[in-house]
């Protein structure tokens, strides 16, 4: 990499870690510094965190972290099979089941909302796990990534399980889904921070304060009397920034190794 290129890289990198740098450093100032311009504060304290712990905010993390990866699981299973359906196995309707599948992707979330809340209450689901759970997991766009990933699969890999006598069933769960990485680690990061960063929908189906998940809970410090912590709402913001962060760093090689892979015909 040459010197110009290599100094504009720093520049940019120093512009996205900025930020996260004056996020986590401001959590650690007093109260009354708050807004300081200082990019170093004068005193650092800790009370914040003591703060955060003691209002029950890891309870609403680990909900959220709880519900986001049940969501994640669930929805890439369904959705690979629905993909793999879509894009491989012939059955009347198909096209028509595959366009009404897409046509929901230009629903806005705000037309369904109050149908969705009615049909979750009158299921049982409301104030409970389920109703943040259930709902979620239905997304077309995961179902038409992976109908689009397996129009392109070898049909050569299929053709061989069969001869050694695997079902669809066995073919799919045996060798197409472990050669699905490409497509499932991104969507996996993408279906996780969805669902962890969820406010809408968590706000309007739950109103018990043990199910609250980690953007509810944080509205809450923010709007929660006449005045703001927000040396305590950035606090907890740093708090409900680590799992994501853990999430990237650990998927990190595998999506770079995903991206690798699709360039490889």
């Not at 629905?82 to 096209?95: D, I, N, R, T």
């Not at 009615?118 to 049982?124: A, L, Y």
């Not at 969507?187 to 706000?203: D, E, K, M, R, V």
């Not at 799992?243 to 990237?248: D, N, V, Y």
Request: aromatic share 16%.
């Amino acid at each position: 990499m040459s010197i110009p290129l290599l100094i504009i890289a720093v520049v940019f990198g120093v512009l996205m870690i900025f930020p996260v740098y004056l996020l986590v450093i401001s959590s650690l100032r007093m109260p009354k510094d708050i807004f300081s311009a200082n990019l170093w504060p004068s005193v650092i304290t800790l009370d914040n965190f003591r703060v955060v712990l003691k209002s029950g905010f890891l309870r609403s993390i680990g909900n959220s972290v709880f519900i986001s990866s049940v969501v994640t699981l669930v929805a890439l299973l369904f959705h690979a099979m629905s993909g793999y359906a879509l894009a491989k196995l012939q059955f009347p309707g198909k096209s028509f089941i595959f366009s009404w599948v897409l046509s929901t992707l230009m629903v806005p979330f705000s037309v369904i909302m109050i149908p969705l809340f009615m049909i979750t209450k009158n299921m049982g689901m409301a104030n409970n796990y389920w109703g943040l759970i259930i709902p979620s997991i239905f997304n077309a766009y995961g179902i038409f990534l992976f109908r689009q990933f397996y129009r392109e699969f070898p049909k050569e890999l299929e053709e061989a399980a069969s001869m050694e006598g695997y079902s669809i069933a066995g073919t799919f769960f045996r060798i197409v889904m472990p050669l699905s990485l490409p497509m499932i680690v991104p969507l996996t990061i993408g279906f996780f921070l969805a669902n962890y960063n969820s406010y809408l929908w968590p706000s309007i189906i739950t109103q018990k304060e043990n199910l609250w998940v980690v953007q509810v809970a944080l509205a809450s410090l923010v709007g929660g009397g006449y005045t703001t912590p927000w040396n305590v709402v950035l606090a907890a913001a740093v708090l409900a920034c680590i799992p994501t962060f853990l999430m990237f760093f650990l998927m990190q090689k595998y999506l770079v190794n995903g991206i690798k892979m699709t360039g490889i015909k």
